[in-house]
């Protein structure tokens, strides 16, 4: 009985310990649902694969790699990323001289904004 308290007890403290530190990966206000309906969202909604590839990987004299851990705005925080889909990229900042505009030039709203950064955040965040 004492040997199933203890190992109740191991267990459940384990649990605790796994739990928030998985939680904790994600920004503030970014759920898994989020970076799941970004996804979709890049590849529809948003034509940001038109610049930056169905996979993300960029696309030569268009839209930079969004996989890789290099960024040419920002400092790679989702606030960052944001911000840069907000504002989009003027031709003197954009390394290749290509112009995104904002948000792509899509019609996404604010929602779905934050849900494409979310999945743009993630690509480099593993
Ligand atoms: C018309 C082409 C075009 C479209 C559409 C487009 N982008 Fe871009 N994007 C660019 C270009 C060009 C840059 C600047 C690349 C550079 O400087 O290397 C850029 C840069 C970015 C960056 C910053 C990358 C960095 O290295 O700092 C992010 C994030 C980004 N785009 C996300 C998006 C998202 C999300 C969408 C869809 C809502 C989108 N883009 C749609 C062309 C596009």
Redesign the pocket.
């Known amino acids: 009985m004492r040997n199933l308290v203890v190992r109740v007890t191991v267990a459940l403290g384990l649990s605790l310990l796994v739990v928030p530190a998985a939680k904790a990966q994600l920004p503030e206000g970014v759920t898994q649902q989020m970076i799941d309906e970004g996804k979709t969202?890049?590849n529809g909604a948003?034509?940001?694969?038109?610049?930056?590839g169905m996979d993300a990987k960029?696309v030569p004299n268009?839209?930079?790699?969004?996989t890789d851990e290099?960024?040419?705005?920002?400092d790679?925080s989702y606030e960052?990323?944001v911000k840069?889909?907000t504002e989009?990229?003027s031709s003197d900042?954009?390394?290749?001289?290509?112009?995104?505009?904002p948000?792509?030039?899509?019609q996404?709203n604010d929602e779905q904004?934050r849900a494409?950064?979310a999945?743009?955040w993630s690509l480099s965040n593993k």
């Open positions: 969202i890049f948003g034509i940001c694969m038109a610049c930056h960029g268009l839209g930079a790699n969004l290099e960024w040419n705005l920002g790679g960052a990323i840069t889909i989009g990229v900042k954009s390394s290749s001289g290509t112009v995104m505009p948000k792509g030039g899509s996404i904004l494409v950064a999945y743009v």
